[in-house]
């Protein structure tokens, strides 16, 4: 098995362009997460899913968008990078039911100029 | 909403002495679950050891106990016999009830492991 995997893996994009990080994983795990990394304040979550075609927003939300068309994946749209979005984006799966350990990713690291 | 503190942003160790990485969390639930991550310099997070709101033993992983003390809301990590290894950030994170998917981390705790 791969685990989690997440592409790319440094990314630097310009103030206002759009782009989507990829996360797969090849576990079957119902559950999936997007937490971002910022210096100083652990990780904070972004958007989850507990299923294909369901979820819903975490504690910052704003400016990314999520869908989850399968159950392997679970892509982070950026809409219009901002500075405020420059950190390090991981992506979590664990399974649905009962308590589980999250696997996360290697993590995308993420510059906005 | 829940609140991880972790008031230790550094501890040093000497190599081969335990050491207690500090967490209180704020929940006003019944059943939660608390989890520690350790993140290397290479900076991928590795799960350590996990605390169920109802579980009446201390969870133990190898070299790694949870202090868990409900009254107090604390969560603490103690790893024996420090290894260089060891040598990380550490987070404690909760989620609320089933919602596993859904964690709240601290701030982290920088470990430093001395020979």
Not at chain 1, 31 to 58: C, E, F, N
Not at chain 2, 45 to 63: C, K, P, V
Request: net charge neutral; charged share 15%.
């Amino acid at each position: 098995n791969a685990g989690v995997t997440q592409t790319p893996k440094f990314q630097v994009l310009k103030t206002g362009q759009s782009m989507t990080l990829q996360c797969a994983q090849d576990m079957n795990h119902e559950y999936m997460s997007w937490y971002r990394q910022d210096p100083g304040m652990g990780l904070r979550l972004i958007h989850y899913s507990v299923g294909a075609g369901i979820t819903d927003q975490g504690e910052v939300p704003n400016g990314y968008n999520v869908s989850r068309s399968t159950t392997e994946d679970f892509p982070l749209r950026l809409l219009s990078a901002a500075p405020s979005q420059t950190s390090v984006y991981f992506c979590a799966s664990s399974y649905g039911q009962g308590w589980s350990e999250q696997y996360f990713g290697p993590g995308t690291r993420l510059t906005v100029t | 909403a829940q609140k991880i503190t972790q008031t230790q942003p550094g501890m040093f160790v000497q190599e081969k002495e335990a050491v207690t990485l500090d967490c209180t969390y704020d929940t006003s639930d019944q059943s939660y679950g608390l989890f520690w991550y350790k993140q290397p310099s290479s900076g991928e997070m590795i799960f350590l050891i996990y605390q169920g709101s109802y579980d009446e033993q201390n969870a133990t992983e190898g070299r790694y106990s949870l202090n868990f003390q409900k009254a107090r809301k604390s969560a603490n990590l103690v790893i024996s016999a420090s290894q260089l290894g060891d040598s990380a950030m550490y987070f404690c994170a909760s989620t609320r009830g089933t919602s596993y998917g859904k964690l709240t981390f601290g701030q982290g705790t920088i470990l430093t492991v001395h020979p």
